[in-house]
C-alpha cells in the first residue's frame, strides 16, 4: 500500500510538473494543429478541491464563531494562473454575549455571491494563492437570554463580505493542511425583523470592520474526477 500511495503521488506530481510553463518534462510527441476554435481550454485546467475549516472572531463582540467544515471546488488555468471556485460551507452555530452580559445564540449561514476567483501560482509542493470570495453573512434561529428573536427569514447582510485568501498552500502530499488569516468587513444588515425594524439592532452590534477570519485549508484531491 505504501508503495502504490508513493508511486500515485509521483504520478500527481509528475502531471502538475508537466503542465506548468517552463517545465522540464520532455517534450510531447508532435499532434496535428487544433483547427480556430477547437474547445481545447479545458485540457490547460486543473481541478482541485479542499477540505475548509476554520473560526472568525467578531470584532465588536469580541467572540469567534467556529466554521463547520464545508469544500472548496476550483479549476486553476494554468495557462494564465487564474482560479474559479465554489465554497460550500454547512450552517454554523454561533454563541456570544452582547453588552457585556446577556447571551445571543443563532444559526449563520455564508451564502456565496459568484465565483470565487484570483491567482494561484503553483511551485510543487506548494502554491501561492490570493482568492477573493464575496459571502453574504446571514442569520437566523436568532435567541437573546433562551428568548426567540423573530428576524425572519431574509435577514442577512445588505451586500456581501469581500473576503481576500492571500497565502501559501499545501497542495502536495495529499491530506496537507495550510492556514491563511484574513481580515474583512461586515455590511450592515437588511430585511432583518417580522414586527419591528431589527436591522439597526444587528448592524450596531456586528457590523463593521476589522474582523478576522482563519481558514484552514486541507487537500483532498488534485487533478480530481
Known amino acids: 500500500m505504501a508503495l502504490r500511495n508513493a508511486f500515485c503521488g509521483v504520478a500527481v506530481a509528475f502531471s502538475l510538473l508537466s503542465a506548468l510553463p517552463g517545465s522540464a518534462a520532455p517534450a510531447p510527441a508532435a499532434q496535428p494543429v487544433a483547427q480556430p476554435g477547437a474547445p481545447d481550454s479545458a485540457a490547460a485546467k486543473l481541478k482541485v478541491s479542499f477540505y475548509v475549516s476554520g473560526h472568525s472572531t467578531i470584532a465588536k463582540l469580541g467572540s469567534d464563531i467556529v466554521l463547520k467544515e ?33 447571551p445571543v445564540t443563532n444559526t449563520t449561514d455564508f451564502v456565496q455571491d459568484g465565483l470565487a476567483t484570483g ?27 433562551g428568548v426567540p428573536l423573530n428576524v425572519g427569514a431574509h435577514c442577512r447582510t445588505a451586500t456581501p463580505a469581500v473576503i481576500r485568501i492571500n497565502g501559501p498552500i499545501k497542495l502536495l502530499p495529499e491530506g496537507s493542511v495550510s492556514e491563511i488569516t484574513s481580515k474583512y468587513d461586515i455590511p450592515p444588515f437588511s430585511g432583518c425583523g417580522v414586527t419591528e425594524d431589527l436591522d439597526p439592532l444587528l448592524t450596531g452590534l456586528v457590523s463593521g470592520p476589522g474582523n478576522t477570519l482563519v481558514t484552514k485549508l486541507r487537500v483532498r484531491c488534485i487533478g480530481c474526477p
Do not use: C, W
Open 119 to 145: 491567482k494561484v501560482v503553483v511551485t510543487l509542493p506548494d502554491a501561492q494563492a490570493d482568492i477573493t470570495l464575496k459571502l453574504y453573512i446571514a442569520l437566523r434561529d436568532v435567541r437573546q437570554d
Open 70 to 102: 464545508g469544500t472548496f471546488d476550483a479549476e486553476i488555468d494554468i495557462a494564465d494562473n487564474s482560479i474559479e471556485g465554489t465554497l460550500a460551507l454547512p450552517p454554523s452555530p454561533g454563541y456570544f454575549v452582547v453588552f457585556r452580559f446577556m
